[in-house]
């Protein structure tokens, strides 16, 4: 089945303890990227990447990393996590670039709902 | 950057009435719009998008229809059924320099039996 997936799907932490939250696609997608979710906010992008090694900033990257070693892989890191970063994360992929039907549309995994303390 | 605002944030109707929203964006550069659904505690998924060289597309009971020189797109559903009760979310985007995917703030749709 054709799927993005993430882990994990529910986390309780503390302020300032390192966490990581996997995405893992196997559509062979070239793009990926992730979300936040708010109330009022709609989703923002964090980060986003278009193929191996290349990743780029999104609207909201503060406090955030990526890394893209692997095409199906594109894990979020939080070095020191903040209350302010209590949050519902998605990440999505998509084929990618060209104007063909569906090579954007995003496939979303189904979040992480993240609380800091 | 682009800014995509939606509007309303909340919509209650009737079954069997027509729903609208309504999306505004900045940047006339975009040429992608899609509309996103996310039903209470799912993943968003696409029902249905447009690209800025079509006016109007149709899907059975959704369609979506794009001005370009107004720089706005609305979703229309008609006949609405409570199924259709969700969150409902534009975005614009470029697909010739596909990066950044912009999203409006939502629209919760409530569709009353």
């Known amino acids: 089945e054709a799927q993005v997936t993430q882990n994990p799907r529910y986390l309780i932490t503390v302020t300032g303890k390192k966490l990581t939250v996997t995405c893992s696609q196997n559509?062979?997608?070239?793009?990926m990227s992730w979300y936040r979710q708010d109330p009022g906010l709609g989703l923002r992008q964090i980060y986003y990447?278009?193929?191996?090694?290349?990743?780029d900033k999104g609207d909201v990257p503060e406090g955030y990393k990526v890394s893209r070693k692997e095409k199906r892989n594109f894990p979020l890191i939080l070095e020191s996590p903040s209350p302010n970063q209590t949050s519902l994360y998605f990440c999505?992929?998509?084929?990618?670039f060209g104007g063909g039907s569906g090579a954007n549309v995003l496939t979303f995994g189904a979040g992480s709902r993240l609380t800091v303390l | 950057g682009e800014n995509v605002e939606q509007h309303p944030s909340t919509l209650s109707v009737q079954e069997g009435d027509s729903a609208v929203i309504k999306c505004t964006y900045s940047?006339?550069?975009?040429?992608?719009f899609p509309w996103y659904k996310q039903e209470l505690g799912k993943r968003p998924q696409l029902i249905i998008d447009?690209?800025?060289?079509?006016g109007e597309k149709k899907d059975q009971r959704i369609a979506v229809t794009l001005n370009k020189t107004a720089k706005h797109f609305s979703l229309h559903i008609t006949e609405t059924q409570p199924e259709d009760s969700a969150v409902y979310f534009c975005?614009?985007?470029?697909?010739?320099?596909?990066?950044?995917?912009?999203f409006g703030s939502g629209t919760k749709l409530n569709v009353k039996p």
């Open positions: 999505a992929s998509s084929l990618g």
């Open positions: 559509m062979n997608h070239e793009y």
């Open positions: 990447s278009m193929n191996v090694e290349v990743t």
């Open positions: 940047d006339s550069a975009s040429n992608y």
């Open positions: 447009i690209r800025s060289n079509v």
């Open positions: 975005a614009a985007s470029k697909t010739y320099n596909f990066n950044k995917f912009y």
